[in-house]
C-alpha cells in the first residue's frame, strides 16, 4: 500500500514553455501532498505544502507565480513550471501524506526535468 | 531550532559485514524519526520509522534502528550488507507538529564493495 505516482519520468523542454507534472496516490486519500527539489548529490529541498481544496504554502525564495500547484482533488497535485529557464533543470519530487496524525510521508519516484 | 545530523557524507563497507550509518537530532519536542533510502535516479522509499512507541525499530530489509533519547541519536543498521544496499540514505524528522513537514539530513551514501 502507500503508493505515489509520478507522471512524466522524464520531461525536456524548451526555454520559455511550461510543463506540468502529476503526482497521484494510488490507494489511500492524500489530504496534504508536499512537491520538493533535488539538485545532484544533494538532500531534497522541500517547495511547497498542498492541501487539497486549499491554496499551497510555498516555501521561502520559492517563486509561486513560476511554480504553480494545483491540489484539485484526494489524490491529485499537479506542479507546472511555467516559463521555464535551463536553471529550472532539475529533479522533481512529490510525495503524500496518508492522513492527519501520521506524519510520515511516501514519496514519487521523481520526475527529472531538463529545459533546453 | 530542530534539526537532524547525518554525521557521515559517505560509508563503505565490504559485502556481509555490519552496516551503521549514524545520525543525531535537535528538538525541542518529541520527534517522529524516519530513515529513506534512495536508488540513483529514483524516489525515496520508507525503511523505518519511529514515533514514541518502541525505541527499537525494525524495518524492511533487514535494517533496524535506536531511538536514543540521552544521546538524541538514531543510527541505522544492518548486520549484514548486501550488493543492494547500496544507495543515499536520509536521515529524516518531523516534529509532528502542524503540518508535519519533514526535515531531511544531507544524506549519507553507503557503497557495498564485492
Known amino acids: 500500500g502507500a503508493v505515489v505516482s509520478q507522471h512524466p519520468s522524464r520531461v525536456i523542454c524548451k526555454s520559455g514553455t511550461s510543463v506540468k507534472i502529476e503526482c497521484r496516490s494510488l490507494?489511500?486519500?492524500?489530504?496534504?501532498m508536499f512537491w520538493y527539489r533535488q539538485f545532484p548529490k544533494q538532500s531534497l529541498m522541500l517547495m511547497a505544502t498542498?492541501?487539497?481544496?486549499?491554496?499551497?504554502?510555498?516555501e521561502q525564495g520559492v517563486e509561486k507565480d513560476k511554480f504553480l500547484i494545483n491540489h484539485a482533488s484526494l489524490t491529485l497535485s499537479t506542479l507546472t513550471v511555467t516559463s521555464a529557464h535551463p536553471e529550472d533543470s532539475s529533479f522533481y519530487i512529490c510525495?503524500?501524506?496518508?492522513?492527519?496524525?501520521?506524519?510520515?510521508?511516501?514519496f514519487g519516484p521523481g520526475t527529472r526535468l531538463t529545459v533546453t | 531550532a530542530q534539526s537532524v545530523t547525518q554525521l557521515d557524507s559517505h560509508v563503505s563497507v565490504s559485502e556481509g559485514t555490519p552496516v551503521l550509518l549514524r545520525c543525531n537530532y535537535s528538538?525541542?519536542?518529541?520527534?517522529?524519526l524516519f530513515w529513506y533510502v534512495q536508488h540513483p535516479n529514483k524516489g525515496l522509499q520508507l525503511l523505518l520509522k519511529?514515533?514514541?512507541?518502541?525505541?527499537l525499530v525494525k524495518g524492511i530489509n533487514g535494517f533496524e534502528a535506536e531511538f536514543k533519547k540521552s544521546e538524541t541519536s538514531f543510527h541505522l543498521t544492518k548486520p549484514s550488507a548486501h550488493m543492494s544496499d547500496a544507495a543515499e540514505y536520509f536521515c529524516?524528522?518531523?516534529?509532528?507538529?502542524?503540518?508535519?513537514?519533514?526535515?531531511f539530513g544531507k544524506g549519507t551514501k553507503l557503497s557495498v564493495i564485492p
Open positions: 498542498s492541501n487539497e481544496g486549499s491554496k499551497a504554502t510555498y
Open positions: 529524516v524528522f518531523s516534529s509532528g507538529a502542524g503540518s508535519y513537514q519533514l526535515t
Open positions: 490507494d489511500f486519500q492524500a489530504t496534504t
Open positions: 528538538s525541542s519536542y518529541s520527534p517522529s
Open positions: 510525495s503524500a501524506r496518508e492522513g492527519q496524525g501520521r506524519p510520515e510521508q511516501y
Open positions: 519511529y514515533t514514541s512507541a518502541a525505541t
